[in-house]
């Protein structure tokens, strides 16, 4: 199959989803209720729309084109209100986070879908270890070029964007002393990673073309890379954010990506190259284990640096367009949490602390989510 | 039977008593049959027990006195107030709030299967005492065994919560009236007003017990982790006190550990982990309750006329639960397959209608053995049939976390082949 020509989109639109737990309100574990959840919801008219994921206790909701983080924010408030009416009716409820702290993968039960069936025959028990929720967050580009010179420059960035949302310390009731372990379970399969270093559509196709010849991948949706090209929305997609623990959190790093996207369209800030790659991989290890707490090595200068300095050094850099973008409010939320040294998993692991017991973390969690 | 019991009892002089010994050989056979019918069959451990139990009541071994007395009928209350307790622990008022028809199936599911019982009980020239007796007896469905199908299944889901929240509540409902009416059955006749106060009392006197329970159990969580070995002693024993007591007062045990249970949920919002933390203790004494409940089940009359009027009670039951829960359907948020599948999981009966059939038949010499004359066979029919139902109903509802077959049968190939297939 060739691939599919770039669409149009308008620069900068933002598109968000994010993949979400059902937990029953009994022990807090993963409930399979998608499907009740799913019926539920089609009976309420909404923006963008809610769909199933690989396991039947996730769900997917993801908000329509939107043109600012504020959008985004207003399109999820109104998703997650309906959800959590929907749950209260079902006695379930719906939470963030990038895993489940407790849940055992093999109790699972994959969400009865042609494609969905197809990935468990493929993948085995890696299908049901796939029971983590992530936040992808779709830039607008304005060609395909662009898209994947954004891309390759927002590799750079693939540390702040981890620990941002890192909200995934418990696998398997055991704190694995990664602020973001969900990106482990994503490291297994075998188109993750790095998208290749083509910086034009052609280059692309041609290893698109190659590829496919193989017959290992038939489309761009068996590549499991962390930013990857989405022709048919004209879009990246940035998928290496843990789904946060709030709509609030989720928006506003989409306000973040946004700006950082306007800065390298306008500014031209930086050529990337293929280097950058050279620290990429001991980059993003750093973010998913230490979270604000990373070393994070210049991929041009070699410089080493505390990722938090970084974080708050580009926030700066990007200033005037989140301004702009009308994002300031999401960015000084992300900042304030950055100068406190606070993410999610910080918080889940403090309440975990606290209380003891890992199902009260997640029922403080689901209320979290509802905005108490 | 009773003669090699009676050589036995002469030859051996057990410290603890030869009843002692009788029950725990009984028991590791129930246990033995519990392993083997899951094994080559895929069915729920409780049939196994039951069938035990069956055999052992048809051999005619006396091992429990009828009607339920002394040991045997503490213990029968504790398992069924260890059960209840962790199924009211399962009921959170607030859900009633948000989604009002669960209650209203729930009340529908209860009344239709009292009238149609006693409609049909009534038709078939059954006298009135007799069949308003039975018809409160059907109303129960087990939590016991459906909490055992649940845990053997390891099915979650709609269907398994709906199925056992209706169940818990329509113990409650069942319990309250029942226990209210067998204090009313020396009466010839009595208006049904006369019911509100003895109804009111009971209600009163096991809330009392199981708000005591709940509060002590709240005050213990607030120092100790709701997942340690010695939380799950101090419920136990908190339990078995509350159960010794609620019937001294003129309450109901189970029906106080339930109310505690329920309350506890309300004044303690943390998850609750009940089952898991219980473990093999609870299951002992659950065993003993099936095993227990078939013995004393099995001595039943097995004559024609008894087993037409035993099929019309279960035939007209079973209709009228799925009845009640499909009528109160619509805007409850379930599909109408679950709300069939919901109604079908609600088939079995067990412990807590022999308690009730129990308490009549003591407070009513003159009804009591007509009672217990349909209602044991009855109560025995559904324990056992009642664990398959559940179970083809629960698979059906695809809520079963594991395949549904022998686990020595050749592997057919699944179309979820995950890993779960080869699973335990």
């Known amino acids: 199959m060739a691939l599919e020509p770039f669409g149009n989109s308008a620069a900068l639109s933002l598109g968000v989803e994010l993949e979400l737990q059902l937990v029953n309100t009994n022990d807090y574990d993963l409930a399979p209720y998608s499907d009740d959840m799913l019926r539920l919801m089609a009976k309420v008219p909404l923006p963008g729309s809610v769909v199933p994921e690989m396991t039947s206790s996730m769900i997917e909701i993801s908000t329509d084109v939107c043109h600012s983080s504020s959008e985004v924010l207003g399109q999820l408030t109104q998703i997650r209100d309906a959800l959590v009416k929907s749950a209260d009716k079902l006695n379930i409820a719906v939470l963030g986070g990038g895993t489940h702290p407790f849940q055992m993968w093999h109790e699972r039960r994959i969400y009865d879908k042609p494609r969905f069936r197809e990935l468990s025959e493929l993948y085995g028990y890696l299908s049901k270890q796939f029971t983590i929720f992530g936040q992808h967050v779709h830039v607008g580009c304005p060609d395909a070029n662009t898209a994947l010179l954004t891309l390759h420059r927002m590799s750079r960035y693939i540390p702040h964007f981890i620990a941002l949302s890192a909200s995934s310390p418990f696998v398997q009731a055991q704190d694995t002393a990664f602020d973001s372990a969900r990106l482990n379970s994503v490291f297994a399969f075998p188109l993750s990673g790095r998208a290749p270093f083509a910086l034009t559509w052609d280059d692309f196709s041609a290893y698109f073309d190659k590829m496919t010849r193989t017959g290992v991948v038939k489309s761009m949706k068996d590549f499991y890379w962390d930013i990857r090209p989405k022709p048919e929305y004209g879009t990246i997609e940035i998928r290496v954010f843990d789904t946060p623990l709030t709509v609030g959190r989720a928006a506003a790093l989409a306000g973040y990506v946004q700006s950082l996207a306007s800065w390298f369209m306008e500014d031209d800030p930086f050529m990337p190259t293929e280097d950058d790659y050279l620290v990429y991989t001991y980059n993003r290890f750093q973010a998913c284990r230490f979270g604000l707490e990373a070393v994070y090595v210049d991929p041009a200068t070699g410089e080493h640096t505390t990722l938090r300095e970084h974080i708050l050094a580009t926030m700066a850099q990007v200033h005037r367009h989140a301004h702009k973008l009308n994002a300031s409010a999401g960015i000084h939320l992300l900042r304030t949490s950055v100068e406190q040294g606070n993410n999610d998993a910080r918080w889940l692991r403090e309440r975990q602390t606290h209380e003891r017991l890992l199902a009260e973390v997640v029922r403080q969690g689901a209320q979290k989510f509802r905005g108490l | ?424």
Request: net charge positive; proline share 6%; with cysteine.
């Open chain 2, 1 to 424: 039977m009773n003669e090699i019991m009676a050589v036995w009892a002469e030859w051996l002089k057990p410290s603890a008593g030869l009843p002692t010994v009788q029950w725990s050989i009984l028991l590791a056979m129930a246990a033995i049959a519990g392993h083997l019918i899951q094994r080559y069959t895929g069915l729920p451990k409780v049939v196994g027990y039951s069938a035990v139990g069956a055999v052992a009541g048809l051999a005619g071994f006396s091992g429990a006195a009828w009607p339920l007395q002394g040991i045997s009928l503490f213990l029968l209350e504790l398992g069924v107030a260890v059960v209840l307790f962790e199924a009211g622990g399962r009921i959170p008022l607030r859900w009633f709030r948000h989604n009002p028809m669960v209650l209203v199936q729930s009340v529908l599911e209860s009344l239709l299967t009292y009238f149609a019982v006693f409609w049909v009980l009534v038709w078939l020239e059954v006298p009135h005492v007799v069949a308003e007796a039975l018809a409160i007896v059907a109303i129960v469905a087990s939590p016991a065994v459906l909490s055992r199908v649940v845990l053997d299944t390891r099915a979650s889901g709609p269907v398994t919560e709906r199925a056992m929240v209706l169940a818990t509540l329509g113990t409650l409902y069942a319990l309250t009236w029942g226990s209210a009416k067998a204090g009313l059955m020396f009466r010839p006749s009595h208006p049904l007003t006369d019911t509100v106060y003895p109804v009111a009392v009971v209600l009163g006197l096991s809330f009392v017990v199981g708000a005591v329970l709940a509060l002590a159990l709240r005050s213990a969580l607030r120092v100790m982790n709701p997942t340690s070995e010695n939380t799950s002693m101090l419920l136990l024993a908190l339990i078995a006190a509350g159960t010794a007591l609620a019937a001294h007062f003129g309450g109901s045990a189970p029906l106080a550990a339930l109310l505690g249970g329920m309350l506890l949920k309300q004044l303690n919002p943390r998850p609750w982990t009940v089952p898991r933390q219980l473990g093999t203790a609870a299951s002992i004494l659950t065993m003993l309750m099936f095993v227990l409940v078939s013995v004393v089940a099995a001595r039943a009359d097995w004559s024609a006329p008894v087993v037409t009027l035993v099929l019309a009670l279960i035939g007209a039951r079973a209709l009228a639960k799925i009845t009640g829960v499909a009528l109160a359907n619509p805007g409850s948020g379930a599909s109408w397959r679950q709300a069939l599948w919901l109604g079908c999981a609600m088939a079995p009966m067990s412990s807590v209608a022999l308690l009730l059939v129990s308490q009549f038949v003591v407070s009513s010499p003159a009804n009591g053995p007509m009672i217990a004359r349909i209602a044991l066979p009855a109560i025995l029919l559904m324990e056992v049939l009642g664990a398959v139902i559940t179970t083809l109903a629960l698979y059906r509802a695809g809520e079963s976390s594991k395949p549904w077959q022998s686990q020595v049968a050749p592997m057919p190939e699944s179309r979820d082949s995950t890993g779960d297939r080869y699973g335990a």
